[in-house]
Structures are given as C-alpha cells and as structure tokens.
C-alpha cells in the first residue's frame, strides 16, 4: 500500500493507465486474429479491407507507449506479407 501522497496519486495513474492499454492491447490482439482468419481462409479481398483497421489498431497502440514501435513496424511487415501471399 502506498504511503506518501504522491505515491497515492502514482498508483492512481497507474491503474488508469493499465485499463487503457489493456484496451488497446486487446484492439491490436483482435485485429491481428481476424486478420490471420481471413489470411488463412485466403480471403483476399476481405484482407486487404481489413488491413487498414489493423494498421490503425497497432499504429494507436504504438503512438501511445503501449507497444514498442520496432514490434508496431514488425506486425504491420508481417500482416502485409500475408496478404501478399495470398494475392500473388
């Protein structure tokens, strides 16, 4: 338990930061699994719709410290190869 005042307030923002991140954590999780879905399907079409959602999901998480940017450049090279599998 936190004694000091500031220590109080720390543990505050801790935890509303935790509910945030876990949120875009779960947005960057999801769209990668949906994404994975279609690529395995080898829906193309709905893939490349889809591609812009997941980019938006993991740029969100990464611009805010939530993920690292290297892992937000490494997803979005991994999802684009992919769906470059699967049209070519």
């Known amino acids: ?30 769209a990668v699994k949906g994404m994975s879905k279609l690529v395995a399907s080898k829906n193309a079409k709905e893939a490349g719709a889809m591609l812009p959602t997941l980019y938006k999901a993991i740029d969100k998480a990464a611009k805010n410290g939530t993920i690292n940017k290297n892992t937000a450049a490494r997803m979005k090279s991994q999802a684009a190869r992919a769906l470059r599998a699967i049209t070519a």
């Open 1 to 30: 338990m936190a004694n000091t005042s500031s220590a109080k307030k720390a543990q505050r923002v801790a935890e509303r930061k935790r509910v945030f991140n876990t949120r875009r954590k779960k947005a960057v999780k999801d």
